[in-house]
């Protein structure tokens, strides 16, 4: 079993900077590969991005290529999310996954946190 809090969600301008933090509790964080979702109201369920268990792996989305960046710390068991250069539809509420392999496909994620929500605005 694992647990995955999110934090680091807030407000932030167009162009602004957030960066969400995703801590895991339980069995060994190495253990699994990582993925960052989100979901605006009435819509699905989007993959934004997602990490190796060893970290040498990303896949990222092409809506925030080029801006958004997921890294994990295995020393604090944690997966962080930079969210850079921000826009208004960037808002959502934000996910961390964990699961045993990195892939953009949230079904094949065994465990999810709480959520945390980002709001931009123009």
């Known amino acids: 079993q694992v647990q995955l809090v999110e934090s680091g969600g807030g407000w932030a301008q167009a162009g602004g900077s957030l960066r969400l933090s995703c801590a895991a509790s339980?069995?060994?964080?190495?253990?699994?590969?990582m993925g960052w979702f989100r979901r605006v109201p009435g819509k699905e369920l989007e993959f934004v991005a997602a990490?190796?268990?060893?970290?040498?792996?990303?896949y990222t989305a092409d809506s925030v290529k080029g801006r958004f960046t997921i890294t994990r710390e295995s020393a604090n068991n944690t997966v962080y999310l930079q969210l850079n250069r921000l826009k208004p539809e960037d808002t959502a509420v934000y996910y961390c996954?964990?699961?045993?392999?990195?892939?953009?496909?949230?079904?094949?994620?065994?465990?999810w946190g709480q959520g945390t929500q980002v709001t931009v605005s123009s």
């Open positions: 996954a964990a699961g045993l392999m990195a892939t953009y496909t949230a079904a094949r994620y065994d465990y």
């Open positions: 339980g069995r060994t964080f190495s253990t699994y590969a």
């Open positions: 990490i190796s268990r060893r970290g040498d792996t990303t």
